[in-house]
């Protein structure tokens, strides 16, 4: 099958019966609902950038599993070409979107998988990987968006899964049967997962022995029988129900999404079961997804940050204050900051390897770097973003305001749209409106329903500060470091 556009993805959308819940109801049309759709167009972007011959060299490869076209996000990355081509995509989706357009997790995760699946059976002499390899080719065939799903709600975290008073707290299989297992537990925040066709489901940490029955890993399209997600809400989403939503929005036509996704007992065909109790590659694949996710926000984040720090330059330009040399060093500092997380993205690339599968693997420790880089500076580019805009981006008035007619009863007998724009004028020859809009789209970044993607995704997705710590203290070498030091310094022991 030829690639989608992002219609045709959205069309395939409506066909899943996906139950979606939110507000404590259901949502019957969820492909069309208001607060949902923004999501979904950010999906259809993948699709649309493919499409796009400005950006098909980047978007479009050739699969190693069939010799068929395929969108980047369905590959298994061939070289340290590819690893790159992927971060410079996500960066390029960054700037287009200004969001999480959450098909990268489906991409790690299958790159994660494959090489994990290989190393499964070459242990135990199980068919994992033929397996996922027949999974894969339907999904890059069909072109479709999968949801890797990593994050368990995880409980008492001084427990272990199988120490929990709720078994259920860390996904898990419940029955084994011959023709396949049947799965319940939950993944939390699970990003794009009402917008993907299918999940591909991981362990969320490593596994003792004893918690085997919590080693598992398997896929399931997004409407099987038990399964339900319920939508996470976003700071300020109900203003995408307002009448006419526009300037108020900051950015209309994209937006990221999670979900918590629940397992009541869903069925697995044996075909679709990738790990099933061995308990030692849940810490391998664990570590492989968490490492491409890691890289990846030295992609998507960096694409953020062009959109923030332009229109940071906007906003100061809108107020008439582009000249001021404070102001240029403050873009200056955004700059230089967004331009390190890309070299960390460039730079785990650049320094991968081939796994024992052949598809390649990030370097680990430069993974971690860059995330860890990405906990933090996306929070000053944001501070100095507000620095410039000023206080209006969270107290100037409604859309509806602006755009009123009617009359305040005072001797100038001016309407509230005529007052708010004689008030909110800027630099001379700039429009009320496209000042407005600077405005808001900052303040959706920095703090309304995008600031989920750009802020505290960048501090919690693809694992908390403390998780690239933990592997950076692993991966750093330490005992290296100290030889090198007593060779230096001639210390003899
Ligand atoms: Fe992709 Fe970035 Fe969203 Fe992760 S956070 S799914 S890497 S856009
Ligand atoms: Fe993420």
Redesign the pocket.
């Known amino acids: 099958m030829a690639l989608m556009t992002g219609e045709q993805y959205i069309e395939s959308l409506r066909s899943l019966k996906t139950q979606v819940y939110m507000f404590g109801e259901k949502v019957e049309n969820w492909v069309d609902h208001p607060i949902i759709r923004p999501s979904i167009n950010c999906v259809a972007a993948t699709y649309d950038f493919a499409d796009n011959p400005e950006y098909s060299d980047l978007a479009v490869v050739t699969s190693n599993l069939t010799g068929n076209k395929i969108n980047r996000f369905t590959n298994l990355h061939q070289s340290t070409e590819d690893l790159k081509n992927k971060v410079k995509m996500?960066r390029a989706?960054?700037q287009i979107t200004a969001s999480?357009?959450?098909?990268?997790?489906g991409m790690d995760a299958f790159n994660a998988t494959f090489s994990t699946t290989y190393e499964i059976d070459k242990k135990y002499g199980t068919d994992y990987h033929e397996r996922f390899k027949k999974f894969l080719i339907d999904v890059q065939d069909n072109d479709l968006t999968v949801d890797g799903a990593m994050t368990d709600p995880k409980g008492n975290r001084g427990a272990s899964p199988s120490g929990q008073e709720d078994p259920d707290l860390f996904v898990r299989i419940v029955e084994e049967r011959e023709d396949g297992i049947i799965v319940s537990g939950a993944k939390v925040h699970q990003?794009?997962s009402i917008n993907s066709h299918s999940h591909l489901v991981m362990p969320t940490q490593a596994m003792a022995e004893a918690d085997s029955k919590y080693a598992v890993a398997f896929s399931c399209p997004s409407d099987a029988e038990g399964l339900f997600m319920i939508y996470g809400r976003q700071s300020c989403d109900t203003r995408k129900l307002e009448k006419d939503a526009d300037v108020d929005l900051g950015n209309k036509k994209y937006g990221?999404q999670e979900a918590l996704v629940v397992f009541d007992n869903v069925f697995i065909p044996n075909e679709n079961v990738y790990l099933k109790g061995e308990s030692e590659f849940a810490g391998m694949l664990v570590e492989r997804f968490a490492g491409y996710?890691r890289q990846?926000?030295g992609?998507?984040?960096v694409g953020v940050g062009d959109v923030v720090i332009g229109a940071a330059a906007l906003a100061a330009e809108y107020n008439g204050a582009q000249k001021a040399s404070h102001i240029k060093d403050k873009l200056i500092e955004m700059t230089h900051l967004n331009e390190t997380l890309y070299c960390c993205g460039i730079a785990c690339s650049a320094e991968g390897y081939a796994t024992e599968a052949g598809n390649y693997q990030i370097d680990l420790l430069l993974a971690n770097v860059c995330k860890q880089n990405v906990t933090r500076f996306p929070y000053e580019i944001v501070r100095l973003a507000e620095d410039i805009a000023g206080g209006l981006m969270v107290t100037m008035p409604s859309q509806a305001d602006f755009r009123s007619d009617l009359k305040i009863p005072t001797e100038s007998g001016k309407t509230i749209g005529e007052w708010c724009n004689k008030f909110f004028v800027g630099a001379p020859g700039v429009s009320v409106e496209n000042r407005m809009r600077v405005m808001r789209f900052l303040e959706n970044i920095c703090l309304g329903a995008a600031a989920v993607?750009y802020r505290t995704?960048s501090m919690h997705?693809?694992g908390s500060p403390q998780a690239q710590r933990i592997m950076i203290q692993r991966q750093g070498n330490i005992e290296g470091k100290k030889a090198f030091a007593k060779k230096v310094a001639g210390i003899v022991e």
Request: aromatic fraction near 10%; hydrophobic fraction near 20%.
């Open positions: 996500q989706l960054g999480c357009f959450q098909r990268c997790v990003t794009g990221g996710h990846s926000y992609g998507c984040k993607g995704e997705g693809a």
